[in-house]
């Protein structure tokens, strides 16, 4: 199993994106875009966590079983380095899209599409992080302390 992405500041989808495209197989590789690559793709300001930290929040989850990193925007070169049996995205990548989806069927091997889940993004707790930091002194909040309580 391969699978790829930013996976900055880890949340509930991701976690249950990981264990799904993990039960796909008997191990799971997660190729992480470096900092200078989610740069490019998310801009400026991300990524929150560095590409260090990153690489061992998402290796100490027991479904993941190897992580490496990519500099590049896409993961073709790594996908065509190692070749894997069945390559994963989530749902909100069309089948026909997915980059690498040629040579791993070409090899013999499958694509899988993970239904996306809502609710659950980066970029939204980005958001309420920095919404709670701008309320004035006792207006009701969302939960989420910016001081990391």
């Known amino acids: 199993m391969f699978t790829n992405g930013c996976f900055d500041l880890l949340?509930?989808?991701?976690?249950?994106?990981?264990?799904?495209a993990r039960a796909e197989g008997d191990l799971l590789v997660v190729a992480?875009?470096?900092d200078a690559s989610v740069r490019r793709i998310k801009g400026p300001g991300r990524p929150i966590l560095t590409e260090g930290e990153?690489?061992?929040?998402?290796?100490?989850?027991?479904?993941?079983?190897?992580?490496?990193?990519?500099?590049?925007e896409t993961p073709y070169e790594i996908i065509e380095e190692l070749l894997p049996d069945?390559?994963?995205?989530?749902?909100?990548w069309p089948i026909d899209q997915i980059v690498g989806r040629e040579t791993v069927e070409a090899h013999g091997g499958k694509v899988i599409s993970i239904a996306f889940e809502t609710g659950h993004s980066?970029?939204?707790i980005i958001k309420r992080i920095r919404g709670s930091a701008k309320r004035p002194a006792g207006e009701a909040g969302t939960g989420i302390s910016a001081s990391g309580d």
């Open 54 to 72: 990153r690489s061992e929040v998402i290796a100490g989850l027991q479904c993941v079983d190897y992580v490496t990193l990519f500099d590049e």
């Open 32 to 34: 992480l875009n470096s």
């Open 86 to 92: 069945v390559l994963v995205k989530g749902g909100d």
């Open 122 to 124: 980066t970029s939204n």
């Open 11 to 20: 949340h509930p989808g991701h976690i249950r994106y990981l264990e799904k």
